[in-house]
């Protein structure tokens, strides 16, 4: 695993404008090219089996979870969590995911945290990084199968559901995350659904139907939201989604996946394997160093690791009271950059890897876009 | 090793498929009015610049209800209000 200087294409902002990339420059620059990652194959089986195999532990947990009552060690309120169950137990169909790993490209990659329920950076790994190895590095690979998943996953879906008209949704003020829900929408089209965006807010609800309803009123059947679980929890409509027959992707059983509390269920049920790092609902076990993560939180908010005297802290709205410790692993470094590899599932598959690199040890919304690509590996004789 | 590239094993041998679809998003966005605002203005318009409410919704339909007898039963801005409370644009992404 290397960092590569690279020669940016000349034309790469009109190049991402393109794809719906828009937000390629926000914060100083969130897309780089001038550098990227390169991997051997066997680094990417590693990461492919890693992601398979916590992609596994994670199906058994909600399992689990639901099996053994730990809702409350994961502070659900007790009227979450029928939906959580009901949506399990009618093995309501998920799209996505993406793991966050620690990785070096010598050990084990570890897990830092699991994108389950409403997982962005998808463009740019499915698209924006395709497209700049066909412009730059051709004769390479890359691990991205992402957006022929996508639509082999929307068609699963599609023959699971009750209808072929699709909504998708998220906050009407993030462009990313509106790109993003166009994005998917692109995809699930061409996996056959007819499909419909519109900003969250502008759902409505029909007490006399029982049903959901977009602005032009037609039902809404089938949902994706870019929109937490837990959030849509706590809003109006909360109540009126147990009423509604309406089929909800990510689905509700995702939201012990998103939740960090699942890092310490893990290693509770799963101590020393080798792709997870010890951690636990209170203190901080045998660690000296630490990093403490709220149960729910987003974009590197209200995280503090904590070694030894030294402490850094990120602010952020999150209730960092209920959190989850978990052994602190320095990002490894890269000429001054740490990377964290963002790896996909996609239905149940691997389906490739996206990297964000920051100068800090907290990743949060600032943190940069590189691309990757693959060698093959060098014979050893 | 389980196949993880988009063209197969041996990149160069097959023509690669189509990673993003110019076709379809040119339609969404040729019919943005009737996609929702999020594809009206994603296809290079304003908010300004979009059809009203009732612009889109069909003839007597101008609340945004549907009118079916139970109109006056209908709600909206149940959902996002959460969202909105953490979402602060100037961090953007």
Known sequence: MYRRAMQPRADWPAQLDRIGLTYHSLDGGYWREDVAYEFSGSQIDCLESATASLHRLCVDAVERIIRDDRFADLRIPEEWRPRIIDSWERQEPSLYGRFDFWYDGMGAPKLLEYNADTPTSLIEAAVGQWGWLRDTCPEADQFNSLHERLIGQWGTILEQASSDLLHLVCLDQSDEDRQTVIYLADTANQAGWQVQTLPIEQIGWVPGRQRFVDRRNEPIAVLFKLYPWEWLCQDAFAGDLSRSSMLVLEPAWKQVLSHKGLLALLWEWYPDHPNLLPAFFSGSGECTAYVRKPFWSREGANISIVNGDQVLTTSGPYDAETSVFQQYMPLPRFEGWHPVIGSWVIGDEPAGIGIREDRGLIHGNQSRFVPHYVVKDVPVF | ?93
């Open chain 2, 1 to 93: 090793m389980v196949k993880k590239w988009p063209d197969g094993p041996s990149p160069g041998l097959v023509a690669p498929r189509l990673r993003q679809s110019t076709e379809v998003r040119v339609s969404l966005a040729a019919m943005a009015d009737g996609m929702g605002e999020m594809v009206w203005i994603a296809a290079g318009h304003s908010a300004d610049t979009m059809p009203e409410a009732g612009a889109i919704s069909d003839p007597g339909q101008a609340d945004g209800c549907p009118d079916d007898g139970v109109a006056g039963d209908c709600e909206r801005g149940g959902f996002g209000g959460t969202g909105a409370q953490f979402y602060k644009p100037e961090e953007g992404l």
